[in-house]
């Protein structure tokens, strides 16, 4: 995958365009964006080397203590989903794709203010802040940088604007997502759903679009 990728994938998952670039500048941060790379400084292996032991369970990962991926998931709990979610779907420990579905799947079922605030917000800053300090929780709250990262990708997003059938469909995303977390139906079975109020947001929301 290529930042492109990994965004596109963030913003199909019902991210706005902010909250996708608010993500990635934290991993930018946190792993430079390489999905198999090992905390510096914390094994004596190589990033390849300790991968394939990984994959091939020659080494404790859950309870090595050492930050891993792209967003350098290091509490034992978050390792041990990360590795149950990468044999769920076959996949190497280091890949790309799993571990971008992977993020995406922990903030909706683990931290899903987190979620929801990345699937609605506009505000590049605060929602950088927000994953630093909820999501990712690093020892130094070095958010300035992450700041500086989610604004780089920002601009490159914005050389590349969705059609309107995008525009559409990543907002249904969005609109399902909020509502999943204020509990009108579960987060993972949300496709194909309808109620009164999502009928009614639609609404407004094609209102609003017909005025622009």
């Known amino acids: 995958m290529s930042n492109q990728t990994i965004y596109t994938a963030l913003v199909a998952g019902g991210m706005t365009i902010e909250g996708a670039c608010a993500l990635m500048g934290n991993m930018q941060q946190e792993s430079r964006m390489k999905s198999n790379i090992v905390q510096i400084g914390c094994s004596k292996l190589s990033d390849e080397q300790y991968t394939a032991a990984v994959d091939n369970g020659l080494i404790d990962f859950v309870h090595d203590g050492i930050g891993y991926g792209l967003c350098q ?17 076959g996949a190497s420990i280091g890949d790309e794709d799993m571990q971008v579905k992977f993020a995406i799947y922990e903030m909706k079922t683990y931290y899903n203010s987190t979620f929801l605030l ?5 505000d590049l800053y605060y929602a950088t802040q927000f994953v630093c300090v909820n999501y990712e929780q690093p020892k130094i709250n070095n958010v300035a940088i992450r700041y500086t990262y989610a604004q780089g990708f920002l601009q490159q ?28 139906w579960d987060v993972d079975q949300i496709h194909g759903k309808r109620t009164d109020l999502f009928k009614k947001k639609i609404v407004e929301w094609a209102n609003d679009v017909a005025t622009i």
């Open 73 to 89: 998931w290091t509490h034992w709990e978050r390792k041990q989903r990360l590795l149950e979610f990468a044999k769920k779907l």
């Open 118 to 122: 990345l699937c609605s917000t506009n």
């Open 157 to 184: 997003a914005y050389t590349e604007k969705p059609t309107p059938s995008e525009k559409i469909d990543k907002t249904i995303l969005v609109i399902q997502s909020i509502m999943a977390g204020d509990g009108y």
